[in-house]
């Protein structure tokens, strides 16, 4: 293999495959990207077996041939080289030389065959949608997906076809996040309801930032792929039923309020300072003409929030993680914000007020 590629253009694909690549796993290939050089340009691959990425390159290639480099060790090389093109060739089948001005290294490479096949989009119906509207379904959703490893098929997004409405869903169990949207053109492989795990939701989120216009998503075999003009994102479906997120959003309430969004955030904010460290608790209450917030910590004192707000009727008081609410306020763009309650023992919805397709469920806590 014997190719010249622009600096930049190397560095960006590098770049692009940080996250994705395994750093410390069983399998020391899985730390490696394959550069695969074809008479038509460069390929570099990476996975961690959960997410993959394919991506093109334009590359002058005067022998073709596939190699695998360290990811991370050949990334921090290139963006350390100063001139502009970028020297690649293989010396023997165990090392590669790298050339960039007066620099010359030599990398040791692991065989590309030892290399695992990554999902193809040979055959894959795909459809279009707007990069941007997917990375605002995605914003909307992913900080309400679980980590608990316990609870693996909570554990990422899970997107649905329902009534011609595009719909993203997370939870871990204690809070909810759900959006709806309709497509320019109907997602049919989505029907029947998939689990994308959060580090391919969020990659995918990463793409949607890199993309003007729109991106093309199908479903393969076990895989979501989300496509471009010269990359292929592959995401491994999580095998598990993703529980009925419908009978958890309320179906009622009791209590509506309606809060600018900005006052809110910065007041749980200064309480979250205060709160204790374990729970993370603050309470909430609703008296007439006012929501009144508060938080207090044995080891640091108290604090008291006072949000005037158009509200007649008897005391409420509940208590949620302060955490959890400022997760869903800063999934929401609007300037303000509806809190619906029913009671002081059940789950409260944050909404936009100027939109029913976007919610987010908590559960109370005692603060």
Do not use: W
Not at 139 to 150: F, G, P, Q, R, V
């Amino acid at each position: 293999m014997k190719l010249t590629i622009d600096r930049e253009e190397l560095l960006r694909g590098l770049g692009r495959i940080q996250a994705v690549v395994e750093r410390r796993g069983a399998l020391p290939i899985l730390s490696n990207v394959l550069i695969d050089a074809r008479s038509d340009g460069l390929a570099m691959s990476a996975t961690d077996l959960e997410v993959g990425v394919v991506s093109e390159h334009a590359a002058q290639v005067e022998e073709v041939g596939a190699i695998t480099l360290g990811a991370r060790k050949l990334h921090d090389l290139v963006r350390e080289f100063e001139d502009p093109e970028v020297r690649i060739r293989t010396e023997d089948s165990a090392r590669v030389g790298i050339e960039c001005g007066s620099s010359r290294i030599q990398l040791l490479s692991i065989s590309p065959e030892e290399y695992p096949t990554l999902p193809s989009a040979e055959g894959v119906e795909f459809v279009e949608i707007e990069a941007s509207l997917l990375g605002e379904m995605i914003d909307a959703t992913l900080y309400a997906a679980s980590n608990d490893e316990a609870r693996y098929n909570l554990n990422g997004v899970y997107m649905e076809l329902s009534e011609g409405k595009l719909v993203l869903v997370a939870t871990n169990g204690h809070r909810l996040a759900k959006i709806e949207r309709t497509p320019p053109a109907p997602v049919s492989f989505l029907e029947k309801g998939i689990t994308v795990p959060r580090k391919g939701v969020a990659e995918i989120r990463k793409l949607c930032d890199e993309t003007e216009g729109s991106v093309e998503i199908g479903l393969g075999e076990g895989f979501l792929l989300v496509r471009t003009d010269r990359l292929v994102l592959s995401c491994r479906l999580i095998d598990g039923d993703f529980p009925d997120y419908r009978q958890v959003i309320p179906s009622g309430h009791r209590i509506r309020i309606m809060v600018d969004r900005e006052r809110l955030v910065h007041a749980v904010r200064r309480l979250s300072i205060l709160a204790h460290e374990r729970s993370g608790g603050f309470k909430m209450a609703l008296e007439d003409g006012s929501l009144l917030l508060s938080a207090s910590n044995a080891d640091l004192g108290e604090g008291n929030e006072e949000i005037p707000i158009d509200y007649t009727g008897d005391r409420f008081e509940t208590g949620f993680n302060a955490r959890y609410v400022l997760d869903a306020l800063s999934s929401v763009v609007a300037k303000e914000i509806a809190i619906e309650l029913s009671d002081d023992l059940s789950a409260a919805k944050l909404r936009p007020a100027d939109d029913p397709d976007q919610v987010g469920i908590i559960m109370p806590m005692r603060a």
